[in-house]
């Protein structure tokens, strides 16, 4: 193993620890909002890896290159997946249309005995309902 591929390794592996060291003392309510502001970020490493992929010329750091590019971009596509997911919570809710009002519909007038002989009705005034 040369000298560089020995510093990469030990660069690779403290730069793995350091990040489990952070996010894993980051609270659950705060994960949500730093995965969204850390897209960039992500995109870096991706950036890096790509980067360490174009100037490796052996198997071990063609295999680096493939993990590090493979975390970077499934970090990039959770970071995007998570901060979609959490502006649909802050959505508003579409408002229900307002019902329509109903018809005044008034109840049909009993004719009294004496309408029912002459056979003449009088004429029943029709409610009107006003609402505010």
Known sequence: MSTALVTDLTIFVL???VGIEVIGKVPATLHTPLMS???SIHGIVLAGALLIGV???NAVGYVLAFIASFFAAANVVGGY???GRMLKM???KAAPAPA???PAVSAPAVPSAAEQASGTRAQVPARSETRP
């Open 81 to 83: 997946a998570v901060t």
């Open 37 to 39: 502001a850390a897209n």
């Open 90 to 92: 802050f959505r508003r």
């Open 55 to 57: 100037t490796a010329h």
């Open 100 to 102: 329509a009002p109903a």
């Open 15 to 17: 730069a793995l620890l």
